[in-house]
Structures are given as C-alpha cells and as structure tokens.
C-alpha cells in the first residue's frame, strides 16, 4: 500500500498520461480513419488520372518508358486491363497480396464506371479502378496504395512522440509534485508541534489556492488554540488562587482556635470568618459550576413567553436589602412587553448586572434601567453613578476571575465569575453586550437581544 502523497501523485500523472494516450488514439483513429483513407484515395485517383492521360500520349511507341516511370512508384501497386480482361503491365512488388481484382470489379470499371473500395481496414486498403478508352477500345486501370512502410513510420513516430512525453512529463510532475506536497509536509509537522503544545507556530504562505487557505486556517487554529491554552493556564492559576485563599485562612484560624486559649468575642470573630470563608468557597464553586454548565455543548435553553419588564422589576425587589442600604435612587423605566427567552438565565443576567450596578456605585448614588424597543431586537440598558471602569480594562472585565482594581478587592466582595456568566448567557441567546463607562461619573451596560415582541404597552414606570 502506497501511504506516500508524493508517490501517489506521480504514479497517478503517469496513470492519466497513459490512459489518455490510449484513449486519444482510439478516439483519433474513430474520428479521422476514413477521412484519411479518403484522402488517399482522392490522390490515388488523381494519380490515375495523371498515368492514363501519360498512356494516352505514350501509346503506342513509348510505353516501355512509361511503364519504367510507373515501376518506380514506391508506394502503389498498378494493374492496367484490356478490354477482354487480359492484364498488360503490373507494378509493385507485392501486387498479388494487395491489388487483388475480382471479375466483377474488372467489369464495372471496363463498362465505364469509377471503382472505390466498398471496405477498407482504414487506409490499409484502400483501391481504386479508373477507366479509360484508346481508338474505341476500353481500358481499366487498378491502383492500390503500399500503406505498409507509411504505417510503420507513423507508428514509429509516435511511439517514440509518446515515449518523450512521457519522460518529460514524468519529470515535470515529479518536480511540481515536490512543491505541491511540500506545504502538506509543513503542515503535517506543524500539527505534531501542536500536539506537544506548541501552539505559537506560524505558516507563511502567499498561495490563495486550496493549500493556501488551508495554511491560512491552520494559522488561525493555531492562534486560537494557543489562546484557550493560555486562557485555561490563566483559568486554572485564578482557580487555584481563589481557593487557596479562603482555604489558607480557613486553616489558619483553624489552628488558632485549637492551640490558642480565646474569650468568646474572640472565639466568635474567628468563627464568623471561617463561616464568611466558606461561604465564598461555596459561592466560587457554585459559579464555577454554572459557568461550566453553561459552556457545556449540551446547555439547552429553555424558551417560553414571559413579562421582561415584571422580570426587571421583581430583580429589582429581590435587590432592594442591598440598594436600600446604600440609599441608592434606583429607577425602571419600560414598557410593558413579553419575550420569547429562557427565564431562568436571564433571570440570573439580571440579577448579576444590576447586583453589579449596586456594588459599584457609592451611597445616596443613582442606578437607571430603562428599555428600548427595536424592529428586530430589544436594548436594556443599566446606567449607574459608580466607580467607573479604566478604559484599558474594559475589554477583559469578562474574562473569569478578572477584577478592576486588584488592590481593593478585598474590599469589594466577588470572584469575578459574575460577568463571564452573563456574557455567555447573552451569547447563547444570540444577543450582544456592550459597556461603556468613564471613571468617576459611571458605568453604562447596554444587552441587546434579538428576541420576538408579542405584546407592548407604554408608560409603565416604577
């Protein structure tokens, strides 16, 4: 078995060159035998033609010069009859094998008709008979063509033709072949190179051919790979950080409540922080499990018609412990309108985003949701008077773990999972989220959905 492309590519050139040699003389010789043959036999006749009007002028003193001229046509054999059928000159050397005369083809041409070959294998034989008359009496003159020798150096010719097509034919292919399978090499040992996680290569190709694009989507796999792999290095070093914390101050007060001796306000504090621990361990599995849910190709949503805006507005209740604490004005303004969704995530959306807004703006703040019905989709938008957002870092606020300004973390509860798992519930929505913000005055985050409107009523504020 042949694994080699190289090889393969050569032997199937040499295979189609040959096939189609066979094919085109069986082709050329269907489509130009009789052509040929008829060509022959026109300069045949014309040939007779030339010999009788001779004989005509030869006759009767000078016929054994004639005779001598016509004995030196290599290529014809020639037969002349008399009127009773009695031959009067023969030439060529082979006449009894190819210029054979029936009775009856002697009769047709000495009562004055032109004889043709009925059938002929090609222009092997290929006859003619003309006929004539001198002083009253009539003639038949027979002619037949040698094809012999001229069949012999015409296959010649084209043996040795194919023969050098071939070679340098084989050749040709055999080095185009080099530069055909060459970048399928490269990107045969590039892909090993990947396996061993070797994911910053790159292939330069200039070709826009199937190969090209091939190299060009290698490339491109390539760097997206690399970038999972590096996003799941960064995710796993996050993970581990975000448990060894609390796990370390878990242990570390652990081991002082067994080996210090401690009143029971101290007792109490030391509790009340490992309680506060592990409910952050319990939070950062919970959300790790739903982003995992999520990403999992078999995450289906569950879609069903629902009130958007009573939707936003129970959030909002749901919220209000954390935005009354904070004296914060917050503000819904929608119409009243049902979606086609899943309730459950985007539920979830919500109390994410807006459990952000309250997060992130100061006391005595503001927080606006408002709506905006479109043709083909739907904007929510949630403006706050917050913190803000550095420019610099907006474009990696959904990337898991990442936290904007590290060094108040601590101050400001999270694991930073909030907003990948709201940008992939847009997304599996087939919607898009959009942030905007300016550090100091606010955060605006606008998600659009492409949802169908049922059902709308204006004015409906809260």
């Known amino acids: 078995m042949i694994k080699s492309l190289y090889v393969r590519l050569v032997l199937t050139f ?9 094919l085109g003389f069986i082709v050329t010789n269907w489509i130009y035998n009789d052509q040929v043959a008829k060509t022959f036999e026109e300069s045949m006749l014309s040939s007779g033609k030339t010999i009788i009007e001779s004989y005509k002028k030869s006759y009767p003193n000078n016929l054994d010069a004639l005779i001598k001229g016509m004995r030196a046509l290599p290529n014809y054999s020639i037969r002349l009859f008399d009127s009773e059928g009695t031959p009067l ?10 210029l054979q005369v029936s009775s009856d083809q002697l009769r047709t041409v000495l009562d004055g008709a032109m004889y043709r070959s009925e059938s002929r294998d090609g222009f092997k034989n ?10 009253g009496k009539s003639y ?4 037949a063509l040698h094809a012999e020798n001229f069949v012999l150096v015409l296959s010649v010719l084209l043996r040795t033709e194919v023969l050098i097509v071939l070679c340098f034919g084989s050749l040709l292919i055999a080095i185009s072949s080099i530069f055909i ?8 040992h590039a892909s090993r190179q990947m396996t061993r996680g070797d994911f910053s290569i790159q292939l330069h190709t200039r070709s826009n051919d199937e190969i090209g694009q091939l190299t060009r989507s290698f490339n491109q ?4 790979l690399g970038t999972l792999d590096q996003i799941r290095r960064q995710f796993v070093s ?17 081991h002082a409540l067994k080996q210090k001796k401690l009143n029971e306000a101290d007792r109490l504090r030391l509790l009340t922080i490992i309680e506060e621990e592990s409910n952050r361990l319990s939070r950062l599995t919970a959300d790790l499990l739903q982003l995992s849910s999520l990403e999992n190709a078999q995450s289906r949503l569950e879609i069903s018609t629902y009130s958007l805006d009573e939707q936003l507005r129970n959030v909002i209740i749901l919220l209000e412990p954390q935005w009354s604490f904070k004296r914060i004005d917050i503000e819904l303004v929608t119409d009243e309108l049902f979606v086609l969704a899943d309730e459950d995530k985007l539920n979830q959306l919500w109390t994410n985003l807006i459990g952000n807004a309250i997060k992130f703006t100061n006391e005595e703040g503001k927080i606006q949701i408002y709506t905006n019905v479109h043709h083909h989709h739907i904007e929510i938008s949630i403006d706050d008077s917050g913190q803000g957002i550095p420019e610099e870092e907006l474009s990696h606020i959904f990337k898991p773990f990442y936290k904007v300004e590290k060094s108040r973390n601590s101050s400001i509860p999270g694991n930073g999972m909030g907003l990948s798992i709201v940008k992939r519930i847009v997304d599996m929505h087939d919607g898009d989220i959009r942030v905007t913000s300016t550090e100091g005055i606010g955060t605006t985050v606008k998600v659009i959905l492409p949802q169908v409107r049922l059902s709308i009523q204006h004015g409906r504020r809260m």
């Open 126 to 135: 290929v006859k003619v008979g003309l006929p004539f008359t001198i002083n």
């Open 238 to 254: 996050d993970v581990s950080h975000e448990i060894q914390t609390p796990l370390q101050s878990i242990l570390g007060f652990t």
């Open 140 to 143: 038949a003159l027979f002619l």
């Open 89 to 98: 000159h023969e030439t060529g050397a082979r006449i009894n094998n190819v």
């Open 221 to 224: 796999m390539a760097m997206e």
């Open 181 to 188: 399978v060459r970048p399928v090499k490269r990107l045969t």
């Open 14 to 22: 040499i295979g189609a060159v040959l096939v189609s040699i066979i």
